[in-house]
């Protein structure tokens, strides 16, 4: 069984390492993948649209563990989640519903059976390593979902509030939801959403030429074309969309185009 991680710890120090101790111990044969550990501190957005953009590229069965858990120890809930796909196993903070957007969760449950937690009484600062941890081994050693806690309502996960990409009269519109680490602004806004022909996006005041590749515009200039994530992305050619726009999560971003191509698959 495959048990993908993406936390905000970085690699300093020893909190990977310790989970993937606790891991190890439970479930020896359990396969781990480091998507990234990279996430900015706290940054649930960042987390949501890692995960996101993870999740189609992993075998079916995969156990997905996001610690990126700024109310670690507060009432906020610890969840399980089961998909068609896997399951997910992370706090119920937003970073699993991008995912869960366009996923339907099979069941979802509240991490409070302390039997499969590291210890009955967690630490309250590391949740990661005391009940997220041991529960993804447990999944993977084939523990069924409904034996880590009482079952919750998917409808009530939290969602984070992106707004989704929406056809308008003359395009689409939505929000940058991710800046990865060149400055390119991951927009909500689909690959389906673009019209094969001339099609421009709006930054503020600034517009931009939609094309293929980054090599299109010379060093330095802006461009929107469609990333490998499947998004509309905002790039400049050898340099920082994030910089050069001064763009944020959240901010609104439109698509203008003179032929739209499938209205339907909005998200």
């Known amino acids: 069984m495959i048990i993908a991680l993406i936390t905000d710890f970085g690699l ?6 310790v989970m993937k101790g606790v891991i190890a111990t439970l479930s020896p044969t359990a396969q781990l993948i480091d998507l990234t550990h990279s996430i900015p501190p706290q940054d649930i957005y960042a987390a949501r649209f890692t995960l996101l953009s993870a ?21 906020r809930r610890a969840v399980a989640v089961q998909t068609s796909h896997g399951f997910l196993v992370g706090p119920d903070n937003g970073v699993l519903s991008g995912v869960l957007d366009s996923t339907p969760a ?17 630490s309250v600062t590391f949740h990661g390593r005391d009940i997220f941890a041991p ?16 079952a919750v309502d998917p409808q009530s996960l939290i969602t984070l509030p ?9 395009g689409w519109q ?33 517009t931009l030429p939609g094309l293929r590749t980054y090599g299109e515009v010379p060093p330095g200039e802006g461009l929107a074309l469609v ?10 050619n050898q340099g920082s969309a994030q910089q050069r726009f001064g763009l944020a999560v959240g901010d609104r971003i439109c698509i203008t185009h003179s032929r739209i191509r499938d209205r339907s698959k909005s998200r």
Request: charged letters at 10%; hydrophobic letters at 40%; zero cysteines.
């Open 227 to 236: 990333g490998s994530h499947g998004f509309v992305e905002i790039a400049v």
């Open 174 to 206: 939505g929000t940058v939801q991710y800046i990865d680490r060149f400055g390119n602004a991951a927009t909500t806004i689909p690959a389906s959403a673009v019209a094969s022909d001339h099609w421009t996006v709006t930054v503020g005041e600034t």
């Open 55 to 75: 999740y189609p590229y992993l075998p079916p069965g995969t156990i997905y563990l996001v610690v990126v858990d700024p109310g670690v120890g507060t009432t």
């Open 106 to 122: 099979i069941g979802a449950v509240e991490l409070l059976n302390p039997d499969y937690w590291r210890s009955p009484q967690p």
């Open 12 to 17: 300093q120090d020893s909190y990977v390492g």
């Open 162 to 170: 992106l707004m989704r990409s929406t056809p308008t009269a003359t």
């Open 135 to 150: 529960v993804a081994a447990h999944l993977a050693n084939g523990v069924p979902i409904d034996r880590l806690g009482p």
